[in-house]
């Protein structure tokens, strides 16, 4: 069974909450793979003042969001640009006692594929080796490293690590209706709205969308714009997610979705609430479990937040995707 999905939120991420309470350090990490000759290898790295193997990780920063940091503590130890792909199990340990509190550390863990990157090494890593599954088992410094490379190991057994990424995001907030006398297709994003637009960069830089469909509406185009600037990544409207056009021909939702699956490739799309509802629609007869299903059903019993992604890693195309974890990413003010 596929790992169970988290939805994620970001308060104050990366620094211990006030108070008495126990102490939660919040880090994040990916495991990266690749094959060579066929056979499948995975990056683990060597920290010279522990000594110590293990998978690349770090802590979050400030406000910082889970999947956003995994793929930038990546990138700072092993020079390596990753795509993020599915869950994995989490870690949660102790770390003793601070100041008479209790401590401990949650890790959260992604699959990712190197897509850049020199490979030169930074961050007090001094050595990034590529070994087998069997391998790396030995070489891991802790035995609780053990549990995502098991994982892994299973999701490659079963041909669900060649995955893509589905990013479902609603737009972020817009001035009110009633505030604005235009035309509403070109009605513009808040100062808040904006704002969640570039926050929301990293983590789409995270999973690495190679191309982004947006509703015509300038509030849309607007929410993935810094994005699509950033990564230089080809961004395209279509009418069918539009609110004036799925009034009229609701069944283009279902049309537009039909050929994202055909086709594969990670990709961002954007919408208004109003038409989330038939996005998710086509979703969830994809959910290839429980967890999966119960979090897109719950998504569309309830309402995505302005500016919030849905992430979903699907394994193979059309009629046979497979949703295989699903991620929601919020963002603050």
Known sequence: MSPTPAQVLVPDLAKPRAGKGP?????AGVIVWRR???????????????????????KLDRGEDWAAAAARETWEETGL?????????????SLGRSNGRASSKRVEYWVGTPIGGSGELEHEIDKVVWLSPKKAAKRLTYSRDRRQ???????SSNEGLDTWTLLIVRHAKALPRKAWDRPDIIRPLTTVGKRRADRMVSILTAYAPERIITSPSTRC?????????????PLSTKRGFSEEDFEDKPYKVAKHLTNIFLAGRSIA?????P???????????????????????????????????????????????????TTRHRIPR
């Open 275 to 325: 038409v989330l509802h038939s996005v998710i629609d086509q979703l969830i007869p994809h959910a290839d479990n429980k967890p999966v299903d119960r979090l897109l059903r719950r998504v569309n019993d309830g309402a995505m937040d302005k500016g919030e992604i849905l992430a979903c890693t699907v394994v193979g195309r059309g009629k046979g995707a497979r949703i295989v974890t």
């Open 221 to 233: 185009h607007d929410t993935m714009a810094p994005f699509a600037q950033q990564a230089v990544v």
């Open 36 to 58: 060579k000759k066929g056979e499948l290898r995975v990056a683990l790295v060597h920290r010279p003042q522990y000594d110590d193997w293990s998978w690349p990780k770090g």
């Open 269 to 273: 799309i954007c919408t208004h609430g």
């Open 81 to 93: 640009v990753v795509r993020l792909g599915s869950r994995l199990p989490s870690q949660t340990y």
């Open 149 to 155: 490379l098991d994982a892994l190991v299973a999701m």
């Open 23 to 27: 102490i939660v350090i919040r880090a």
